[in-house]
């Protein structure tokens, strides 16, 4: 397979990021996306920015796969809700010794491609990487996730898997690896994204706000053993790295780690949860493992519609702020409680008639690690306004954890607080309660 043409479904956070970076290193790729991105990629390019080098490359891009010739690799870099129509669309690329790449979460996508296209044209794939596509068109890279992992089926290590690593070493920014075990490595990836996601939605908080209450460290831990079991009695058991790896991540009380699933939930869009925690539960069904949490999580995923979700903002979808993205844009959200709220039933001195006190609400901010040296600017500040205009820093305010702000009117005094670890973006929260 020298000198590869690789087709990429996609130009988005991951398509974008991923076969941005090959075009990069001047391989041969054609992007398939819809009119409005095509019109956005020839006049502008393909835009990168990321902590390994930001990027602006003039690229090859169709709207429909029969405008692009012969390929020897295609990538599927979609949702899972998207997969039927990502199947019909890439079909006419598919021909014979063209390898299909998916890079979706879970495994329940393996058995439809297979179906579609043929076991022997389907590999296994699996991305590690948190990036996004702003509202501007760039693909915004976060951290040092940059990891690509792929191999066949069957666990031989062909002339075709070799030839898209070494494609991929030529590119910047970018950790390939061909493995004989990619169907392990997926189910370890399944245990990991039902865990982070079964939890971070199920409590509306990223990793570390769940740790950090009284039970949240436990039941992390409690969903992991689960997934985990599930999937040994099934023949994929997690490797005691992996494992290793995953309790400590679940034990971060500093973790800003959330999941697109939630982020998903959040501003209404589709989510996989039937994909992810749904496959899992009748996995588990299936085993004879009963888990609680993994049914309530599953249960709650797809009891959210969009007409039961939280009224979003006109504009709720993610954008960018600087060099930041906004991924949360709810113009107010209950969150976990940060101080007591007032009681039910009448209060003293209270006017009838009068609107009864709100509880707590959160506008949530991140954004990329902070430059060396920048950790007291006011960015945080710029983006809490941007997010919640509403909300204006006080002219004093110490640019430290906990800058007080002016809340709307009729509120209290609200707080920005911010953090970053080595492995999670930064992010910066505001609160406000009702006075």
């Known amino acids: 397979m020298g000198g590869l043409r690789i087709l990429v479904l996609g130009a988005g956070g991951v398509g974008g990021y991923f076969g941005g970076r090959l075009a990069q290193a001047g391989v041969d790729v054609t992007f398939l996306v819809r009119e409005r991105r095509l019109r956005r990629l020839n006049a502008e390019g393909l835009r990168i920015r990321s902590p390994f080098g930001d990027a602006a490359i003039a690229v090859k891009a169709v709207a429909a796969a029969e405008d692009g010739g ?69 693909v915004e890279h976060f951290n040092d996730w940059r990891f690509l992992t792929f191999g066949e089926q ?13 494609a991929f070493a030529q590119a910047p920014g970018c950790v390939a690896e061909a493995v004989p075990d990619v169907m392990r490595r997926l189910w370890e990836k399944l245990v990991h994204v039902a865990t982070s996601a079964g939890m971070t939605c199920l409590m509306r908080a990223n990793v570390g706000e769940i740790v950090r209450t009284a039970d949240g460290a436990a039941l992390l831990r409690r969903l992991l053993e689960a997934n985990a079991e599930i999937a040994a009695r099934l023949g994929h058991a997690p490797s005691p790295a992996f494992m290793e790896t995953y309790r400590a991540t679940f034990s971060d009380p500093s973790s800003g780690y959330s999941t697109s699933m939630l982020r998903d939930i959040e501003r209404g869009a589709p989510t996989e949860g039937d994909h992810i925690l749904g496959f899992m539960l009748d996995s588990a069904r299936s085993v004879g493992v009963s888990e609680p949490i993994l049914e309530l999580a599953c249960a709650h995923v797809q009891g959210l519609r969009p007409a039961t979700r939280c009224r979003q903002a006109p504009d709720a979808r993610p954008r960018s702020v600087g060099r930041g993205v906004v991924t949360r844009r709810l113009t107010a959200r209950p969150a976990l409680p ?30 990329p690690r902070p430059a060396p040296g920048r950790a007291g600017d006011a960015a945080p500040l710029v983006q809490a306004q941007r997010s919640c205009p509403a909300l204006v820093p006080s002219a004093q305010a110490p640019l430290s954890r906990g800058i007080p702000i002016e809340a709307p009117p009729g509120s209290s005094a609200a707080s920005v607080s911010w953090g970053w670890n080595s492995s999670t973006p930064f992010s910066a929260s505001v609160f406000w309660s009702a006075a």
């Open 70 to 138: 012969r390929f020897d690799a295609v990538l599927l870099a979609c949702k899972a809700y998207d997969l039927e129509d990502a199947i019909s669309t890439v079909a006419p690329a598919v021909s014979d010794g063209c390898a299909v790449l998916p890079l979706l979460n879970g495994v329940a996508h393996i058995d439809r491609l297979n179906a579609a296209f043929g076991a022997g044209r389907v590999l296994g794939g699996l991305a590690k990487i948190q990036a996004t596509l702003t509202e501007d068109g760039v």
């Open 338 to 367: 940060r101080r007591p709220s007032p009681p039910d039933g009448p209060q003293a001195g209270a006017v009838e008639g009068a609107a009864r006190p709100q509880p707590p609400r959160r506008c949530r901010l991140r954004s």
């Open 154 to 166: 069957d666990g031989r290590m062909t002339g075709r898997v070799a030839a898209l690593e070494a």
